[in-house]
């Protein structure tokens, strides 16, 4: 049985989906964009130290978390990266309508490995096809699905070069591992959250994708309809509170639900 359980789970988690550790009786299970895992963990420990109750936290794109929440995984929170995600489980009545709230914002940037030496400046029809070279490759989550790959699409579309690097985007399955291939230096290039690129000392920030050049970056949160821990939505109630705040500022995320 065992081995069936470990293949299930290796199967799983090549397709792209989060396997949740096992939460202790009582631990609050929360589903979270994976763009979000070193605030997050910050704000858990955090709330442990006040509270001594842990929450089990599983981090992946916002599309495999959705998705596993239609299939009942048994999520407490949903923390998505995107409207359009929550959006998907609210409209399957999912969530408790009641507890959703815009929590954080953020922003999109061009990332390069620490040691490049390439200079973009990011405008309309700017040369980024050039700027990957001969034959490197563009590091985004995947634009199809994943909700940082999706704005990425989308800002380089309204700027009038999408056309030019669709055929040499490297998809990842989530936003940090995009990062990762340009971390490695497995791609010149990439397009993350200013915060992921914040946590990683083996990447720069080349530029910074102008404000409207991207469709606001929101992070929504909510309590899920068929939670029955009772720490629940006092932890959602946590995540909007003074302590939390400080540490997802510090992060670099705006904070929208003041």
Do not use: C
Request: charged share 20%; aromatic share 6%.
């Amino acid at each position: 049985m065992r081995q069936v359980v470990l293949a299930l789970t290796l199967v799983l988690a090549a397709a792209g989906f989060a396997i949740p550790v096992r939460a202790a009786p009582g631990e609050v299970v929360v589903f979270a964009a994976a763009s979000l895992k070193n605030v997050l963990d910050e704000v858990d420990a955090e709330h442990q130290k006040a509270t001594g109750k842990h929450a089990e936290i599983s981090y992946a794109a916002s599309s495999a978390l959705a998705k596993q929440i239609e299939n009942a995984a048994p999520a407490d929170i949903f923390i998505s990266a995107d409207l359009k995600w929550m959006d998907y489980v609210d409209n399957k009545h999912l969530i408790d309508k009641s507890t959703r709230v815009n929590l954080l914002g953020n922003a999109l940037v061009l990332i390069a490995p620490k040691d490049s030496t390439a200079t973009v400046t990011i405008a309309p029809n700017f040369p980024l096809a050039q700027a990957l070279g001969t034959s490197g490759k563009l590091a985004m989550a995947d634009p199809a699905s994943v909700p940082a790959g999706i704005y990425g699409k989308a800002a380089l579309t309204k700027l009038g070069v999408w056309d030019s690097v669709s055929g040499r985007v490297a998809a990842a399955e989530n936003v940090r591992a995009a990062l990762l291939l340009v971390s490695r230096g497995e791609a010149p290039l990439g397009i993350v959250y200013k915060t992921d690129a914040a946590v990683d000392p083996n990447v720069k920030v080349v530029a910074t994708f102008p404000a409207d050049s991207v469709p606001p970056i929101i992070y929504p949160m909510a309590v899920t309809a068929n939670s029955k821990n009772p720490d629940a939505k006092a932890l959602a109630a946590y995540l909007r509170g003074p302590e939390a705040r400080k540490i997802f500022e510090a992060g670099g995320f705006s904070v929208l639900d003041k």
